[in-house]
């Protein structure tokens, strides 16, 4: 039974770890680390309705990383991203607050979405988280010349005709995803540290795109891997290893490198 449960971890854990590896490569060289923050975060009333209503939690909260993803990028046409983000994820705040405060064990909900409950996937978690997962890898090929081509230069993205408004809702979608996958099981700041420091590293060490993405997969499953086998040693939570290694691989990221070098072909 235990050890049913540590593969189901390991195998959701590792899946949630490519994504955010993916997709925290085009955070990164886009430049949009508030929004990976904020649409995690911004998917807090999902849960809190889940848990009240009793819907299908990981369902409610792609519908809501969704839902944010859209709202976010039709405000960033009328404003800027970052004051769009911002509204957006104070009212779904707001939201998550107000159906929390009539739930019962509120302090076990609001632990959950930030740290998520990885040692307590179940299969059906992990059907759906590797079934997002799946979609949001997909998409990224389909999208993949015109996302790097825009997050190195906006400018060279016009000139090619890449449409920016689509191509930044399609951008705001996958980081949605990413998160409907990555928050059951890692949690909002977790999905957070594990889109931005295994990327941020690759970033600072590689100056070729699909080096750069390769590099920000494998640090983002070393993360994982390695911390589920600290945290069945040890006792202690899976997510501090998670937050302690998305730091150290940052800081060991401006060691090795000199910052955010040019990408080559």
Not at 131 to 153: C, D, H, K, T
């Given at each position: 039974?235990?050890a049913g449960i540590f593969a189901s971890s390991w195998v959701a854990g590792s899946?949630?770890?490519?994504?955010?590896?993916?997709?925290?490569?085009?955070?990164?060289?886009?430049?949009?680390?508030?929004?990976?923050?904020?649409?995690?975060?911004?998917?807090?009333?999902?849960?809190?309705?889940?848990?009240?209503?009793?819907?299908?939690?990981?369902?409610?909260?792609?519908?809501?990383?969704?839902?944010?993803?859209?709202?976010?990028?039709?405000?960033?046409?009328?404003?800027?991203?970052?004051?769009?983000?911002?509204?957006?994820?104070?009212?779904?705040?707001?939201?998550?607050?107000?159906?929390?405060?009539?739930?019962?064990?509120?302090?076990?909900?609001?632990?959950?979405?930030?740290?998520?409950?990885?040692?307590?996937?179940?299969?059906?978690?992990?059907?759906?988280?590797?079934?997002?997962?799946?979609?949001?890898?997909?998409?990224?090929?389909?999208?993949?010349?015109?996302?790097?081509?825009?997050?190195?230069?906006?400018?060279?993205?016009?000139?090619?005709?890449?449409?920016?408004?689509?191509?930044?809702?399609?951008?705001?979608?996958?980081?949605?995803?990413?998160?409907?996958?990555?928050?059951?099981?890692?949690?909002?700041?977790?999905?957070?540290?594990?889109?931005?420091?295994?990327?941020?590293?690759?970033?600072?060490?590689?100056?070729?795109?699909?080096?750069?993405?390769?590099?920000?997969?494998?640090?983002?499953?070393?993360?994982?891997?390695?911390?589920?086998?600290?945290?069945?040693?040890?006792?202690?939570?899976?997510?501090?290893?998670?937050?302690?290694?998305?730091?150290?691989?940052?800081?060991?990221?401006?060691?090795?490198?000199?910052?955010?070098?040019?990408?080559r072909r």
């Amino acid at each position: 039974m235990i050890a049913g449960i540590f593969a189901s971890s390991w195998v959701a854990g590792s899946i949630v770890a490519v994504l955010a590896g993916v997709i925290g490569f085009f955070v990164v060289l886009r430049g949009s680390v508030f929004a990976a923050h904020a649409l995690p975060l911004g998917a807090f009333p999902a849960v809190a309705a889940a848990r009240l209503w009793g819907l299908d939690l990981l369902a409610t909260v792609l519908a809501f990383s969704v839902l944010g993803a859209a709202v976010v990028a039709a405000l960033s046409r009328r404003t800027r991203r970052d004051i769009a983000t911002a509204l957006w994820l104070v009212l779904m705040l707001g939201a998550g607050e107000l159906i929390l405060s009539r739930l019962q064990g509120y302090s076990r909900a609001v632990y959950g979405l930030f740290f998520g409950q990885l040692l307590g996937v179940t299969p059906a978690d992990l059907h759906m988280i590797a079934g997002v997962g799946a979609v949001a890898v997909v998409l990224v090929l389909i999208a993949f010349r015109p996302l790097l081509l825009s997050g190195l230069s906006a400018d060279l993205a016009a000139v090619a005709g890449v449409p920016a408004g689509l191509l930044d809702l399609v951008f705001l979608t996958l980081v949605a995803l990413a998160a409907a996958a990555a928050l059951p099981a890692v949690g909002a700041l977790l999905a957070f540290s594990l889109m931005v420091g295994p990327a941020s590293a690759a970033r600072m060490v590689c100056d070729r795109p699909l080096p750069g993405l390769a590099l920000s997969v494998a640090l983002a499953l070393a993360t994982v891997w390695g911390a589920l086998l600290l945290a069945s040693a040890t006792g202690w939570p899976v997510g501090f290893f998670v937050g302690v290694a998305g730091l150290g691989l940052y800081v060991a990221g401006r060691l090795a490198g000199r910052g955010y070098a040019p990408l080559r072909r």
